[in-house]
Nanobody, 129 residues
Framework: QVQLVESGGGSVQAGGSLRLSCVASGYTYSSYCMGWFRQAPGKEREGVATIDDDGNFDYADSVKGRFTISKDNAKNTLYLQMNSLKPEDTGMYYC???????????????????????WGQGTQVTVSS
């Protein structure tokens, strides 16, 4: 049973930083593609960043240059460093994982799409202006 547990959310002022963590268990962590998604109230869930087995990553245009995804295989932990936060970054942030053959698509409008199988419960991020 794959389990993903997020932490690190909180409330910050615009321009501030947060680092989210996601501890994974129940599978061979290094063999999976992982990612971060977010959902704002009244909006659909959207992809934020993904990272694959080889450390290749993709970002949604809305966070490119401000967010950094990384992972520590020894700790089975995925991270999302978020800098220069904006009020529009507010939302519930979810960690996701799937097999290494997962297809990640970056659309022409700069959105990130991927059909992950495993999801965490989420951690709330609130950015005030």
């Amino acid at each position: 049973q794959v389990q993903l547990v997020e932490s690190g959310g909180g409330s910050v002022q615009a321009g501030g930083s947060l680092r989210l963590s996601c501890v994974a268990s129940g599978y061979t962590y290094s063999s999976y593609c992982m990612g971060w998604f977010r959902q704002a109230p009244g909006k659909e869930r959207e992809g934020v960043a993904t990272i694959d087995d080889d450390g290749n990553f993709d970002y949604a245009d809305s966070v490119k240059g401000r967010f950094t995804i990384s992972k520590d295989n020894a700790k089975n932990t995925l991270y999302l460093q978020m800098n220069s936060l904006k009020p529009e970054d507010t939302g519930m942030y979810y960690c996701a994982a799937d097999g290494r053959d997962l297809v990640v698509v970056v659309t022409p409008t700069g959105e990130l799409e991927a059909d992950f199988s495993y999801w965490g419960q989420g951690t709330q991020v609130t950015v005030s202006s």
